[in-house]
């Protein structure tokens, strides 16, 4: 982070409850300020160095692996010092991948990146609560939502598919409208945070704190891939962080609207995305 823009982190506290204005609201004004003057400022970070190479950052990845890789009596390392490592080495070229389900890694990174970019996938199908919590994670949280959004409108979409593509071919629906959009986000970026945890389901139960990301062309990290699910509760109730209100309500997974329904008692978290397809995952982490 640069000199000019800590300092415009740091008026953050000066409008207290001596300015005259509701505490919250002078708050919400601060951050605000503070998030244009530090996103008019990262084109000149980045400028201060190329993006690197494919080659480069795959040299990065094993480096990355050696320092917080578990190796001989040395565990694993945490999720803060994932997260230490990756801003050094990334810095503005980072970005956090959210789909608004909780804010937990977003905060988790704000709190050593302030205003990094969060990335949330806007496929137009979206519950009214996601929407709601990803409006406010930017009033709440020191980060800058970017809506990554896909080529076609929904409307559009139908219009070139015919409707409801997400019924007859989930796979391509989610290709069109998760998929390549997210891809073109990331040519921006050398690295991106992913929430993906371990204990979620079989197929990520050996996600790796960093890799090389074939793909998008980027590192992945995934700082907290060793959380279970009452870490991740634990930390959002500690840190009175946003979460989406649909975990409440019986949605322990929670992605698009018509693809997402509340899992059956016994089955797993994640069972109730895509419900009677062989299908768990929208291809963003496969």
Known sequence: MTTTEAAAISSLSLSGPGSGVNPRLARVRARAAARE???AMRPAARAKRRRRTPGELRAVVERGQAQLNACGDTPEANAQAVIAWAVREFGPYMAVASSMQDTVLSHLVAEQFPFVDVLFGDTGYHFAETLGTRGAVEIELDV???DVRPELSVAEQD???GPKLHDRDPEACCAMRKVAPMKKAL???EAWAT????SETAARANAPLVSWDERN???KINPIAAWTDDEVADYAA???LVVNPLLADGYPSVGCEPCTARPLPGED??????AGLDKDECGLHV
């Open 159 to 161: 219009a070139k598919y």
């Open 238 to 240: 500690r840190h009175g």
């Open 269 to 274: 978290a994640r069972s109730g995305r895509w």
């Open 37 to 39: 003057s530090i996103r």
């Open 144 to 146: 800058n939502v970017v």
């Open 195 to 198: 929430g993906v945890r371990r």
């Open 217 to 219: 062309g980027v590192v």
């Open 187 to 189: 040519e921006n970026y």
